[in-house]
């Protein structure tokens, strides 16, 4: 499985502190196991999944897409539900 980043979702990380980050890597690393986990979107985000969870007190979205012919993850976001499905679909249109 690979997985790859979209330059804003390596925009969003840049700044995590180092716990936030190992949180995020675990998540990922839990889409690597199971990589239809994530809520699948429809409307203007058909083919984006978004998996929450828990960072601190905040619930955090990570959103990606899943070739599972490719065996590709592609990671496109992440943030806290304020905002993120209008500024994703930006960066998706």
Do not use: C, W
Request: charged share 25%; no cysteine.
């Amino acid at each position: 499985m690979r997985v790859i980043q979209s330059s804003h979702f390596a925009r969003a990380i840049k700044r995590l502190h180092h716990q936030e980050k190992e949180l995020l890597d675990k998540a990922v690393l839990a889409l690597i196991e199971n990589p239809e986990a994530g809520d699948l979107k429809g409307g203007d985000l058909t083919g984006v999944r978004v998996h929450k969870f828990q960072v601190n007190l905040n619930r955090m979205l990570l959103a990606y897409t899943y070739n599972k012919d490719l065996a590709l993850i592609t990671l496109l976001g992440y943030g806290s539900h304020e905002n993120f499905y209008r500024d994703l679909k930006k960066l998706i249109n």
